[in-house]
């Protein structure tokens, strides 16, 4: 996979390592700080009697803190940190994204109306779009693995999952 | 030998057709229950408890430690084939389970772990049947400084692995915490690190992480690797059983090592996944091959397979000779007997011994019933790989969803899942070591809460830790595999030098 | 429908007020889906266990023609449980079963949650708790403990309990009180583990409920000093070899003056049909009347007190309010 990135004819483009390195250490920069707000509220010192509710949380925090402006330094001042390593080629964001958006909305669709009808929907579209099956199969089969779960978790494990803000199913006593 | 007698005759309770059938239907559910994610081991039990109800009270026992041992079984099958733990305690397997797999070697991979898991809790059995009054009283030895050195080893057996960057695996390490310290504190009864979001306040569940984490960035990953519809080619033949088995007897060591490692958190009580994680780090260590590890080493699979099982099954001696329970499963079991009408604890021995003795042979008889099932479906869960990747990856985050949902029944963890999926996914590429992260979410707060209740005790004096031999001995053994890589180098270094 | 729900709140009045104790079809309504029994604890532990055999009961007898389906929401020491029963408001299909934790969690986090934006139900029982030692330590009494305790100067003795800010710690502040001593309190996440490190000797006394602490009692390595109800637990027959539930004095009579007791209860949604309430408080005096649910109180040694409609919620507002003051005085109120 490295390679097919880095040779190639022309530098394939795409969001760069570097800029990757960044976000995250970024990203983990902010979560510490957060952290280490929160345990000084909680109180952050060795009290007598061992130490207080934020006293680790807040070393973990500035753990987090150092470590992630270790990697940024890196990032920043380092010779040659993958600046023209690629992390994700345009090409291969799309693909990831084509999992990724449909699943968000399969999460926002469980939500709203459910697991069971969201996972039929989910499943079907998945397999016409990316698998170009034909409708009708994708549709049956993701009937099938919706009602198997219903029947193993409602009937028989007496486990209810999330029905949605508009419940659907309501009509058979669900 | 009186132990003998008393075994025989639990066979006889336990050898009744019905008894039979239930071990049967009892493995069959629990493989089902491990093999989905959320829903495993304590959990799975609860919700199949109030069905045993009508049952009598060995039946009853009978059937629930079989699921038991389904779900110990069936937590490895989606680790190995999908890179999904369904349980806390298959983390560990997925470090090499999954690769192989990847390889094409997924009918290995199973009955190498099928196996382990069969060597760990038989050999924990056979200590139980021998050696229960004895060993159940080592259990009362742990107060809190001597968890907390349980937990300092585990750590101590597993940092400095990586290959990673140190700043980063660092900083997943400590991630791992900060996630971990969210919620409530045991301690004090504060909530921590919720930001006035009353959501928050469950904290994140080690298994929401690990299905984010691994299964979903794992599909997100191969997506990437330019549309990988097509099933990976798996030998489905039982042939392969076999030919595994040949392989296997080379690695009696690691076996052993795994079996002490796993009978010893069981009993002690810390628990299968400790245990799982420890033994994985320890085998590193030990292995001529350890620099390998990661990469689909057979090894990688025996050692936390090999001593999750043999906690799990041992963390019921605790359970039924102390009433302890030794795993949150063992705890739902616990209230179980309670439900029944009996007692736990150190008169059952004595009051209760058909109970006591036919459930200790339905632990043989449970674990070579279930060895049959799963290794004879090897072939089935290796031929799931076949089917097209447009087929598998919406119905994996279908169950990884169902499996996020079951844990705490909440809605926001679903999110949260995915979330971590999109975290996994980056942190892969950006080489964040995962595993590091992982231990230190699932052990992090009960690891603090060990060592705030120790200061507590002591009233701030760390020296409590060194305090008798036992707690000393184990930090000791902490210390020795935290320095162990450079024990290792300055080997190397004098061996250089004569 | 809205007929009968006019017509069944006529009744209503009527059976909150105390008619309902006759067991029988009183209640019009019936549930049309499986009911949601939420535990505001983890799995195993005591409420996990009353509820999951309550359960198993109404599965077994046929109590109710919708199944019963426990589900546990224990975030945030039950918070979780609490505030989505509050949200579930005029859901007929959801119960919760308490412990105290429905005063001491709101009091000790700030979560927003009050049990009068529930509808109380029925009082199932009332949990004791009794004072533990280890059988191998000299002290016989409450006070030879207590004194010994104050002897060896403040926390010097650990007490252990199950989390912090809740009933266990309640009652050693209260007994610090009662006692003018003060032991260093331990939490630990369950009340199996406490009695297993006192057994350990890691600690040096526990308040674990009967049920938590009756395995280690029988076995002889636990020594019961007193019970922390008003009067002694009913049970009379032999436990341990020479003593019953009802040998065991009470801590008043022990000179420590103080009392205790834990609610285990139901609750439903706030803005339910008073009809509906009526259908589960008779479907608990069917569940009380089976022979499971008398021998799980007798082998807990549970206060079978039984309360429903107002005494019940008179009941509760008094509790509140004491735990109010215990707590006030412990300074475990949440800071604004």
Redesign the interface.
Known sequence: ?EDKQVSGEAAPSGIS?RT??IV?AVF?LI??S??MY??VR?GFR?????????Y??FY??V??CI??L??LG?VLFGKSRGEHKV??EWE??K??M???VP??F??FG??MIG?YVA?VA??A???VW????TLIKSVL?GIA?SVA?FM???VW??????KGAFNPLSFI?? | MEEINALFHGFSVALTPFNLMLMVIGIVLGV?IGVLPG?GGAN?IA??LPLTFTMPPTSAVIMLSCIYWGALFGGAITSILFNIPGEPWSVATTFDGYPMAQQGKAGEALTTAFTSSFIGAFFAVVMITFLAPLVAKFALKFGPPEFFSVFFLTFCSFIGMGKE?P??I??AM??G??LA?VGI?T??G?L??I?GWHELMRGFDFLIAVIGLFG?GE??LS?????S?QGRAAKIDMRIVIDTWKKLPKYWLTSLRSCIIGCWMGITPGGATPASFMSYGIAKRMSPDGAKFGTGMPEGIIAPETAAHAAGTAALLPMLSLGIPGSPTAAVLLGGLLIWGLQPGPLLFVEQKDFVWGLIASMYLGNIVGLIIVLTCVPLFAAILRI????V???I???C??GA??VN?A?LD??FM?LF??MG???K??S?PMAPLVLALVLGDQA?DA??Q???IS??DVRVFFSNGLVGSIMALGLLMLFWPLIGKLKARMRNAS | MDIQRVLSRGLLSLAVCGLVTVSGPVAAWEP???V?FVIPAGTGGGADQMARLIQGIVAKHNLMKQ?L?P?NKSGGAGAEGFLEVKAAKGDPHKIIITLSNLFTTPMATGVPFNWKELTPVAMLSLDNFVLWVNAEDPYKTAREYLDAVKKGGP?TFKMGGTGSKQEDQIITVAIEKAAGVKF?YIPFKGGGAVATQLVGKHINSSVNNPIEAVAQWRAGALRALCVFDDQRMPYKDKVTATQSWNDIPTCKESGVPMEYVMLRGIFMPAGVAPDVVAFYVDLFNKVRATPEWKKFMEDGAFNQTYMTGKSYADWVAKAEALHRDLMKEAGFLAKP
């Open positions: 996979m390592v990757a390195e995250v983990l979560l510490g957060l952290v929160d345990s909680l060795w009290a007598s009697d061992g130490p207080e509710a934020g680790f949380p973990i925090a753990i987090i470590a992630s270790g990697t890196q992390f994700v291969q964001l693909l990831v084509s999992v990724l699943a968000a399969f999460v469980i939500q697991i996972s989910y499943i579209f998945f397999m990316l698998g170009k099956y089969l693995v779960t193993m978790f409602e494990f007496k486990v209810p999952l999330f006593g669900y | 089902l829903l799975g919700i199949l960057p700043f980063k660092v900083a400590m991630l915490f900060a310290a504190d301690v004090t504060q921590r690190l930001f979903i599909i997100l997506m990437e690797e330019g549309l519809f097209p990747f447009s087929i990856a919406p119905v985050i279908v169950i969803a169902i949902f079951t029944n809605m679903i999110w995915l999926g999109v996914y980056a942190f590429k950006l964040y603090e060592f705030r120790s200061m507590l009233q701030g | 049309t889906k499986p949601e199944a389906i589900v926390n260093t």
